[in-house]
């Protein structure tokens, strides 16, 4: 129902206007009695071939909800009831922002795609906790939980703010993410070099430690950068002892677009996400495979529009999945079309 039906309803509406309106629906329809019946799923998405155990963790199965979708945790039972393993809430900042001016959210339907520069507009670190103690007693879900710095803390500070988010939130997070890779965020990507993000992952490691029950954390890193960083980027993770990568966030990158040159001018700065970055976000998840060796965990995301994006990040060497703008475009069959495709693939 959701692409003939409610997909073109949605479209004809401002973006950000209809994610707040699904996301509502969302919220109501998932306490209905039936829901899942309806939705018809809970067979495809409960599986021991789905089964996965990773950093200490247990997912009923591979594919999650990428960073941005949920920032203040609003939805997670939601989210939960539709299929996905795993919900990676956030990016959250410590205090609350209300990101870049509006519009600042765009379609690119020729291109299955989204730009956006929303900034990290969330509700903060207090908030966020609240939802997360609420959701705790229902979980089945991983909750991963991406932080960030915010927009008027300098970078030479940006560790504070990452270490803030960290203390307050472990006791609500399965494992975290360290976000340095929006572009949406002025001069944020600069904490991807060597020594920003060599002290930023240390000072983490070390509040980590201090833990009775260590939290994995992950990097999430941009599909823009070079094979040299990216080395350099699986020198930082062995040395600091992270846990893994979530590959990639949204590129800055404009090539190959269906859309007119003229339209994606005037949509001007942001983040590109959906098809056109499929490609080069599963190259970026086979490189870093290579770079990472066996034993760390990369999650793949970015471009995930079918089955067969899934199962081919899952060949580069991803271990867990997301989705964001495939989730936009498709709705939630998506999620069943991808679990039933892995469990075939591995039942072969
Ligand atoms: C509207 C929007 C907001 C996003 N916000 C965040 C965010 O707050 N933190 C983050 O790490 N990634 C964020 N992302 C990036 C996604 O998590 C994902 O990495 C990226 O969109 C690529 O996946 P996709 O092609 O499936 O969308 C956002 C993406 C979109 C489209």
Not at 21 to 47: N, Y
Not at 182 to 204: F, G, I, V, Y
Request: proline share 5%.
């Amino acid at each position: 129902m959701y692409k003939p039906v409610i997909r073109p309803l949605l479209f004809g509406l401002d973006a950000e206007k209809a994610h707040n309106l699904s996301l509502s629906a969302l919220d109501i329809a998932h306490k209905l009695p039936l829901f899942e019946t309806l939705l018809g799923v809970k067979s495809q998405w409960m599986h021991p071939s789905l089964e996965r155990e990773l950093m200490g963790l247990y997912f009923t199965n591979p594919l999650g909800l990428a960073a941005g979708l949920d920032k203040n945790g609003e939805h997670i039972l939601g989210m939960q009831a539709l299929g996905f393993g795993h919900i990676e809430v956030g990016t959250v900042t410590p205090r609350p922002q209300s990101g870049n001016p509006q519009p600042r959210l765009f379609r690119l339907k020729a291109d299955r795609a989204i730009i956006n520069r929303m900034g990290f507009n969330n509700k903060g670190v207090a908030a966020l906790k609240l939802q997360l103690q609420k959701a705790k007693p229902h979980l089945d879900a991983v909750i991963g939980v991406n932080i960030g710095k915010n927009k008027d803390t300098p970078n030479e500070n940006a560790d504070q703010d990452y270490l803030f988010c960290f203390n307050e939130l472990h006791e609500f997070a399965d494992y975290f993410v360290v976000n340095v890779s929006s572009p949406n965020t002025p001069n944020l990507r600069e904490l991807q070099d060597k020594e920003p993000l060599t002290k930023l992952l240390e000072k983490l490691q070390e509040a980590n430690e201090k833990l009775s029950r260590k939290r994995p954390i992950l990097l999430k890193i941009a599909p823009d950068l070079t094979e040299e960083q990216l080395s350099d980027i699986a020198d930082i993770v062995h040395a600091t002892k992270l846990r893994g990568v979530v590959a990639t966030n949204t590129t800055i990158a404009r090539s190959q677009l269906s859309t007119s040159i003229q339209t994606v001018q005037q949509i001007g700065a942001g983040g590109l996400s959906g098809q056109p970055v499929t490609q080069r976000s599963t190259q970026v998840i086979r490189q870093m495979r290579q770079m990472l060796g066996s034993g760390k965990v990369i999650v793949g995301v970015g471009g995930i529009m079918s089955a067969a994006d899934a199962l081919e990040k899952l060949d580069a060497g991803a271990d867990l999945l997301q989705l964001y703008t495939g989730f936009v475009y498709e709705g939630p069959a998506l999620i069943t079309k991808i679990l039933k495709a892995i469990k075939d693939d591995t039942d072969k």
